[in-house]
């Protein structure tokens, strides 16, 4: 990381929790933008996996179990 990167850093650190919490955001907020390729990517998966469980090819699960098994781990 970079000086001006530190020095941002250390002062944003100086912050109450509130504060650095809105900062946090506010930067992952900023990393957040669009792109097509991605957004056509997951299209895709998602047409697959529904094309899949119409034709009876993808297994499914109700929630209780699925909830169920990460509540006993």
Request: charged share 25%.
């Amino acid at each position: 990381m970079g000086n001006a990167a530190n020095l941002i850093l250390n002062k944003a650190l100086e912050l109450n929790a509130t504060e650095r919490a809105t900062v946090a955001e506010k930067l992952l907020v900023s990393l957040d933008s669009p792109d097509s390729k991605i957004d056509a990517l997951w299209e895709k998966e998602a047409n697959s996996r529904v094309e899949a469980y119409n034709n009876g090819k993808l297994e499914t699960v109700t929630s209780e179990v699925v909830f169920a098994k990460y509540r006993n781990t």
